[in-house]
């Protein structure tokens, strides 16, 4: 009888040691990099994608193609999917002008989000470490921040 204590006692200890498993949904290091925006934007690439702009830790930034200069179509559920992106005074990188970096106050939230050109900047909740690029042409709408944006604001 004393083993079985002993052995349930030692079990339990093992398995308070244990983390947790993540149950919520992916996007935490987004998230709270959207909520304490610090340091310099990045410049990133690959080849799928070509060169797109990242945070300071890397994760990938996305726009809507449904999106109009200065106003975000992405509202409820979609900003589960598509979390806004906001710059407070962060550095821009080499090779872009601050001036095309810019924000919007949400007329839905009443929050802050930067934009670029004038489109609105998103993450995407299933890239879930610096240098994914999931999103990119998810339903054929969103991309990486990068020389497409540049053709639509020249376009419209």
Known sequence: MWKWI????LLAGC???EEPEEMSAPMNEAQDAAQNPTGQLRVMKKEETGQYLADSAGMTLYF???DKEGVSTCT???LEEWPP??????KVPEGFSPNDFG????EDTGEKQSTYKGYPLYYFSRDQVAGQTNGYSADDKWYTVNN?????AQAN
């Open 6 to 9: 002993i052995a349930v006692t």
């Open 15 to 17: 398995m308070a040691d």
């Open 64 to 66: 809507s193609i449904e």
């Open 76 to 78: 409820n559920h979609c």
């Open 85 to 90: 992106f906001y710059l407070g005074s962060s």
């Open 103 to 106: 924000e919007i106050t949400r």
């Open 148 to 152: 497409a944006i540049d053709r639509m």
